[in-house]
């Protein structure tokens, strides 16, 4: 399938679902970078992107009865001189499916459309200084994720490309991973594979030996032995598609003990529920399942006393597993986080005020169709760990002596992504090193035959 015949195929679809309503959807604009002339890189509006193909700025698409009209301005000769003349109307109508292009003056002459609840919306017809009836419109926004949530054969296979990549950049990273070394020379061994790709990132990437800080974007560390690599890093397709993966490995390609020890659990929590991704699973069974394995292995080692399903319930396992088991893939990494819940939650159903499962991002019953990520996780996070106030409604199942033990794991992920199929799933980041061993030897290099 190609990109036009699943642009045409997405838009009948919506027709389909919403009839007699026309839809604007908008590229959104270029952000500056302290003055107009320097910009930072354009990325599209997902939503646009899904319907209209092109990762262009300033845009508005009308989608009407499954028919779609841009609304652009060919560049003018001093435009061209500096930036090219772009796509012409042919090529956009042959690429991108659209049935008509019109001059975005002629956007006054729309009528009754509606469009997402999106600032960006408001934001961009502002600056084309017309604001035509223009209404928020929830039915839209659920048709919207609908359609966004059962991937197409388009989408798949760019969810595949965005995968292949992301696996050779991590790959890549350990290989390029050695003491003295900083984590942005890791970071750029990754990159590097990417850029080969012509891909950008789908986020801001994690390249740390502090994964215990969950969102940590600093690359300034030198590492030494005992550190252990966490790269969270997905490569973006051209058309705008997202992989999302985390591996963690040993600077020294060796795991300590505890790392070791954790990592297995960590590990087997991963596995299980990677099994447990089919289709009619319960996502938040799946991320309760990952909970109790990892609490089974954490009162396996001594550091939680009590019985699995007790501890689970009373969330004892995110004092460790803080976060939640995954989350939708697709043109975004968080897939239509944007529209807050409506995306992630099934009608009805809400976030737990619980902590740990507050942060849980996907409560759905899994479709074929559906890509979501699954990342168990442990973190040694001192605010918490440390903190007796924390730890006290807790003090007859944790053991704070055992946990001090393994401070120095820090923090381990381990993130693939999944495709949910008939049969149950495809792994869309397959051959990427997983178990101890296969880490192990990808850091010190013995498997870099197995890269060609
Ligand atoms: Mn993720």
């Given at each position: 399938?190609?990109?036009?015949?699943?642009?045409?195929?997405?838009?009948?679809?919506?027709?389909?679902?919403?009839?007699?309503?026309?839809?604007?959807?908008?590229?959104?604009?270029?952000?500056?970078?302290?003055?107009?002339?320097?910009?930072?890189?354009?990325?599209?509006?997902?939503?646009?992107?899904?319907?209209?193909?092109?990762?262009?700025?300033?845009?508005?698409?009308?989608?009407?009865?499954?028919?779609?009209?841009?609304?652009?301005?060919?560049?003018?000769?001093?435009?061209?001189?500096?930036?090219?003349?772009?796509?012409?109307?042919?090529?956009?109508?042959?690429?991108?499916?659209?049935?008509?292009?019109?001059?975005?003056?002629?956007?006054?002459?729309?009528?009754?459309?509606?469009?997402?609840?999106?600032a960006e919306a408001a934001e961009q017809l502002e600056?084309?200084?017309?604001v035509?009836?223009?209404?928020?419109?929830?039915?839209?926004?659920?048709?919207?994720?609908?359609?966004?949530?059962?991937?197409?054969?388009?989408?798949?296979?760019?969810?595949?490309?965005?995968?292949?990549?992301?696996?050779?950049?991590?790959?890549?990273?350990?290989?390029?991973?050695?003491?003295?070394?900083?984590?942005?020379?890791?970071?750029?061994?990754?990159?590097?594979?990417?850029?080969?790709?012509?891909?950008?990132?789908?986020?801001?990437?994690?390249?740390?030996?502090?994964?215990?800080?969950?969102?940590?974007?600093?690359?300034?560390?030198?590492?030494?032995?005992?550190?252990?690599?966490?790269?969270?890093?997905?490569?973006?397709?051209?058309?705008?598609?997202?992989?999302?993966?985390?591996?963690?490995?040993?600077?020294?390609?060796?795991?300590?003990?505890?790392?070791?020890?954790?990592?297995?659990?960590?590990?087997?929590?991963?596995?299980?529920?990677?099994?447990?991704?089919?289709?009619?699973?319960?996502?938040?069974?799946?991320?309760?399942?990952?909970?109790?394995?990892?609490?089974?292995?954490?009162?396996?080692?001594?550091?939680?006393?009590?019985?699995?399903?007790?501890?689970?319930?009373?969330?004892?396992?995110?004092?460790?597993?803080?976060?939640?088991?995954?989350?939708?893939?697709?043109?975004?990494?968080?897939?239509?986080?944007?529209?807050?819940?409506?995306?992630?939650?099934?009608?009805?159903?809400?976030?737990?005020?619980?902590?740990?499962?507050?942060?849980?991002?996907?409560?759905?019953?899994?479709?074929?169709?559906?890509?979501?990520?699954?990342?168990?996780?442990?973190?040694?996070?001192?605010?918490?760990?440390?903190?007796?106030?924390?730890?006290?409604?807790?003090?007859?199942?944790?053991?704070?002596?055992?946990?001090?033990?393994?401070?120095?794991?820090?923090?381990?992920?381990?993130?693939?992504?999944?495709?949910?199929?008939?049969?149950?799933?495809?792994?869309?980041?397959?051959?990427?090193?997983?178990?101890?061993?296969?880490?192990?030897?990808?850091?010190?290099?013995?498997?870099?035959?197995?890269?060609?």
């Amino acid at each position: 399938m190609t990109i036009s015949q699943a642009l045409r195929l997405r838009r009948s679809l919506l027709a389909e679902r919403l009839p007699n309503r026309p839809v604007l959807l908008f590229s959104g604009r270029e952000r500056a970078r302290n003055y107009p002339g320097n910009s930072y890189p354009f990325r599209a509006s997902s939503h646009f992107l899904y319907f209209a193909g092109w990762n262009h700025p300033g845009l508005t698409v009308l989608l009407e009865g499954g028919r779609a009209v841009l609304f652009y301005d060919f560049p003018e000769s001093e435009d061209v001189v500096w930036h090219g003349s772009g796509l012409s109307e042919q090529e956009l109508k042959a690429r991108f499916a659209f049935d008509e292009i019109r001059p975005s003056s002629r956007l006054s002459e729309v009528q009754g459309a509606t469009s997402l609840p999106l600032a960006e919306a408001a934001e961009q017809l502002e600056v084309m200084g017309r604001v035509p009836d223009l209404t928020e419109d929830r039915e839209l926004a659920e048709a919207v994720v609908f359609l966004r949530l059962d991937h197409d054969a388009c989408a798949q296979q760019q969810l595949r490309q965005a995968g292949r990549a992301t696996v050779q950049a991590h790959r890549a990273g350990m290989a390029a991973t050695r003491r003295g070394a900083t984590e942005w020379q890791v970071r750029a061994a990754m990159d590097f594979e990417l850029i080969q790709h012509g891909m950008p990132h789908s986020y801001q990437p994690i390249v740390t030996r502090d994964g215990q800080v969950l969102h940590n974007n600093a690359h300034e560390n030198t590492l030494i032995d005992g550190d252990m690599i966490l790269a969270d890093f997905g490569a973006e397709t051209l058309e705008g598609w997202a992989a999302d993966v985390t591996r963690c490995w040993p600077v020294s390609g060796r795991f300590s003990q505890r790392q070791r020890e954790i990592y297995q659990v960590v590990l087997k929590a991963q596995q299980e529920a990677i099994k447990a991704v089919k289709p009619w699973a319960e996502f938040r069974h799946i991320h309760l399942l990952a909970a109790r394995v990892l609490t089974e292995g954490l009162i396996d080692l001594g550091l939680l006393v009590g019985k699995p399903d007790d501890l689970v319930e009373r969330g004892a396992h995110a004092l460790f597993f803080v976060h939640g088991l995954g989350h939708l893939l697709g043109l975004d990494v968080h897939d239509m986080e944007d529209l807050g819940d409506l995306a992630g939650y099934a009608e009805g159903r809400h976030r737990s005020p619980q902590f740990g499962l507050c942060y849980l991002r996907l409560d759905r019953t899994l479709k074929p169709g559906m890509a979501v990520t699954i990342e168990p996780g442990f973190y040694w996070i001192d605010r918490l760990l440390d903190d007796p106030e924390v730890l006290k409604p807790f003090a007859d199942c944790v053991r704070p002596d055992v946990i001090q033990a393994y401070r120095e794991v820090k923090g381990i992920r381990i993130e693939d992504d999944l495709l949910v199929t008939e049969q149950g799933h495809e792994n869309l980041t397959p051959g990427l090193p997983t178990t101890l061993e296969e880490v192990e030897r990808a850091v010190t290099g013995a498997v870099t035959a197995s890269r060609s």
